[in-house]
């Protein structure tokens, strides 16, 4: 039985044809829907995020060659994960909000809330973590900030996107608890609680199944098991096949311009095989989020005044980006106290490391802000007028070293000396389009940092990377300072912790291992792009470590400050949990500053399934809370756990559930630093613990493809990249056809003119071609319709299977 929609817009669809319904289902260009001035429909501007906003004036490319609109540039995900701050992402988020405003930007496409299953990740540092909760509260806080200024947000990449390499056409394939419990745990919070506007749905495929056309996610996860409202828009050039994609219940394709299924989908209408209600939905959806965001504008303009692009205070939103860097970097050691450093009658202090003059401080790709100003670590030390001495010690090119910027810091270190040494990646070494090759610095600086460490013994290292990084003089040093991607303020915030202006209060969400080699992924991860298997499962960071007692370098969640914290008093609300209940246990606590100076602390919460046996986690984080304390001050935490909390995703019944039993609720101050215990009963199913292979029981050395196989109940099936190519090929599939040699040669030409970067050393240059190379065909089409015309694209796939008259033809018929 066919069941009647009820449709806000209905009037005005029904005065709609159904080529403008269609029209109105992708967008007008890179950033704007379509505007129908004879329906009065506005359009509106969509524009990156999420750590600043990304506008580009119409016709601009998308992936952050050509500058945007100058913005503030916050720190990326990376670190403000690290705050475990939901209140501050949403300040942050409502600043942004507040520049989307002043440059008439209706939705900001952010956050990402991938779950970083792989340190090498190249897009981890606009990621938060490793963990769910921890990804989707913070996410949860940036959605409000920005949607309190009536601005939408875009929750991505929707599902399972946690590589970049062939990001367009690998297969993720996870159990499904896996999926459950980890990977979309981390969009139900935020579309629960926080409601964005729109969810942009991923490139890749799931179990075969391209993202954006997946039923079971899109409709049955996303649409009805978290009740997602809102636009579901596809990520850029994402879609695959509209017809199928508006039958699962996506409903706006980005960016626009090309027109490419227009036709197809209005034969699939006319033909009865779709039927028109899928589409006036998508328009229906579309329809409120265009007059939604418009009219949520003319409210706050009502409150604010007028605004423009000069409306912005800089200055405040300056001073911001730096409270969010420095309440958000990570001390990970401190040896003898060696930090914080004395302002008057300090020691000498020498610099070194080319990002202490130029830092990284945001990664490279389609969230690449351009920054009002940035501020260096140089520039911190000079505006409190530190005095200090500055050698660049090694460059950030991986050719041949110039030993000469090594000698002539070590020549200058004298044995009380205190050495800044400023690390990190180079921007090539970690970018949106490619994963990293390996996750050790350049050699250069490892080498600087040990030698160091030889001629004098109070080294601070201050790291630069949007992800963990091999640390092979850790036991060497004195302190490490992790300031991830710190943000345009990054120097200034850096400055005020070193010099104990503030307490370090920043704490890791993700572990860092020892060596890449123990992670549980390091013989998969990047070996095949296509199939990829999840064979890990649920163990995932320290969900992995702490199962298998491994040993890491340091833990998620820890993080250090200059005080103590005492904890004490643990009780709980109740004493049992059941499923049919839906009430909150609380967790009360007592945290006392027993240190000398005022401090933030965040305690985290963990639960511990007390019977063990089975595919289950050690432990895992579910509540925290950050709380600031003066020197002696004591304030009781309560955090709330709802049955839900407890509940986790049963193979064999598909759905979550309470086991039977009980758990052990933990409460540290990081995942191996916990100070108190108490247990809570649990009624409900009884565990099943035969059906997994023994690998998931207790995970030692490497899952094969085989217990994976055995795990998810099916065959990994091949997918097929050789002859014959179809628009679903990739340049980088079909270049060593024979024939194709020219074509590429003429290719590599219009992509230089296209991006207007010419020097194929330039880092853009890399970006831009490895994301060129590895596009199908037919998504080169979506987002650059102008310059690879589907005929266009048609006569290569022609010409690539040496098929010379029917490309000819194309090129001359040029449909
Ligand atoms: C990215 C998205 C981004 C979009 C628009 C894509 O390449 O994956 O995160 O929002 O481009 O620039």
């Not at 009820?6 to 289902?25: D, F, G, W």
């Not at 749905?201 to 996860?221: F, K, M, Q, T």
């Not at 302002?343 to 990002?355: C, D, F, H, Q, Y």
């Not at 998969?524 to 960071?541: A, C, K, L, P, T």
Request: with cysteine; glycine share 8%.
């Amino acid at each position: 039985m066919e069941v009647k929609m009820v449709l806000k817009y209905q009037n005005l669809i029904s005065s709609m044809s159904l080529e403008e319904k269609i029209r109105l289902s992708s967008g007008k260009d890179n950033w704007r829907t379509v505007e129908m001035k004879h329906l009065e429909i506005p359009k509106i501007t969509l524009s990156d995020g999420p750590h600043g906003l990304r506008h580009q004036e119409e016709g601009e490319d998308h992936l952050g060659i050509n500058d945007s609109n100058p913005a503030t540039c916050f720190p990326p995900a990376c670190l403000t994960a690290a705050s475990f701050d939901e209140d501050l992402l949403y300040e942050m988020g409502k600043a942004i909000g507040y520049e989307a405003l002043c440059q008439n930007v209706q939705v900001v496409l952010g956050p990402g809330v991938n779950i970083k299953r792989n340190p090498l990740c190249g897009r981890n540092f606009e990621y938060f973590s490793e963990d769910p909760c921890l990804s989707s509260r913070l996410a949860t806080g940036w959605v409000r900030g920005v949607q309190s200024m009536g601005v939408g947000t875009s929750l991505k990449h929707f599902a399972m996107n946690n590589q970049e390499n062939n990001r367009m056409k690998s297969d993720s394939l996870a159990d499904r608890k896996t999926m459950h419990d980890i990977y979309l745990k981390a969009f139900e919070g935020p579309v629960r609680d926080a409601k964005p506007y729109t969810v942009m749905a991923s490139y890749n495929l799931i179990d075969g199944v391209y993202a954006c056309e997946h039923p079971y996610l899109l409709r049955d996860v996303l649409r009805k098991k978290f009740g997602f409202e809102g636009v579901l828009v596809t990520d850029w050039g994402a879609m695959n096949d509209k017809v199928k994609s508006l039958q699962a219940g996506l409903d706006l394709e980005m960016p626009g311009g090309a027109m490419y299924f227009d036709e197809e989908v209005k034969e699939a209408i006319g033909s009865e095989k779709m039927d028109v209600s899928h589409l006036d939905q998508t328009v229906d959806r579309i329809l409120e989020l265009v007059f939604r965001t418009r009219n949520s504008r003319e409210e706050v303009l009502s409150e604010y005044g007028p605004l423009d692009k000069e409306s912005v205070d800089r200055e405040k939103h300056h001073e911001l980006a730096r409270r969010v860097a420095r309440e958000s970097m990570v001390l990970l050691k401190n040896e003898d106290g060696i930090l914080p450093l004395e302002k008057e009658n300090a020691p000498r202090i020498l610099v070194t490391g080319v990002l202490a003059e130029k830092p990284r401080y945001q990664g490279a790709g389609s969230s690449h802000i351009n920054p009002y100003k940035v501020t260096s670590l140089l520039d911190g030390l000079d505006g409190r007028q530190i005095p200090y001495k500055y050698y660049q010690g090694y460059s950030l090119t991986d050719g041949v070293p110039d030993e000469s910027l090594k000698e002539e810091i070590l020549s200058a270190v004298e044995e009380d000396d205190i050495i800044l040494v400023a690390a990190g990646l180079p921007d090539e070494y970690e970018s949106e389009g490619f994963d990293r090759a390996h996750m050790r610095l350049p050699k250069q600086q490892d080498d600087l940092i040990m030698k160091l460490t030889k001629k004098s013994r109070k080294v601070v290292v201050l790291l630069y990377a949007g992800a963990p990084v091999e640390m092979p003089w850790a036991d060497a040093v004195s302190a490490i300072f992790n300031l991830y991607l710190p943000g345009q303020a990054g120097g200034e915030a850096a400055v005020d912790l070193l010099f104990g202006e503030y307490s370090p209060s920043g704490k890791l969400p993700e572990t860092i291992p020892l060596r890449y080699e123990n992670h549980p992924t390091s013989e998969i991860f990047g070996v095949d792009n296509y199939e990829v298997e999840y064979r890990e499962g649920i163990y995932v960071g320290y969900r992995y470590f702490d199962k298998a007692e491994k040993e890491v370098l340091f833990p998620f969640g820890h993080g250090l400050s200059y005080t103590a914290f005492q904890y004490q008093d643990l009780s709980l609300s109740r004493k049992e949990i059941r499923m049919e209940e839906e009430e909150e246990v609380t967790v009360s606590f007592r945290l006392r500053n027993t240190g000398p100076v005022e401090g933030k602390e965040t305690a985290q919460l963990y639960l511990e399934r007390v019977n063990q046996e089975g595919y289950v986690v050690k432990k895992s984080l579910k509540g925290f809370s950050k709380i600031s304390l003066k020197p002696g001050e004591e304030k009781n935490i309560e955090i709330r756990l709802r049955t839900e909390d407890f509940c986790e995703y049963d193979l064999n019944l598909e759905k979550e559930v309470l086991y039977e039993g009980g758990y052990r609720i933990h409460i540290g101050a990081s995942s191996r630093d916990l100070r108190l215990t108490t247990e809570i009963k649990s009624t409900g199913i009884q565990p099943d613990m035969a059906t997994v292979p023994e690998y998931y029981r207790k995970p030692e050395g490497k899952p094969s493809s085989r217990d994976f196989e055995m795990l998810k109940g099916t065959r990994v099936r091949k997918i097929q990249t050789g002859k014959p190519y179809t628009v679903d090929h990739t340049l980088y599939e079909m270049k060593d056809a024979l024939q194709m040699r020219i074509v590429m040669r003429i290719l590599k030409r219009m992509l230089a003119g296209a991006t207007g970067v010419k020097d194929e050393n330039d880092n853009a240059y890399k970006v831009v071609y490895s994301m060129f190379m590895h596009t199908p065909i037919k998504r080169l089409s979506l987002l650059s319709p102008d310059k690879m015309p589907k005929y266009l694209g048609e006569s290569i796939v022609h010409i690539a299977n040496g098929e010379f008259l029917k490309a000819a033809k194309k090129a001359r018929d040029k449909k």
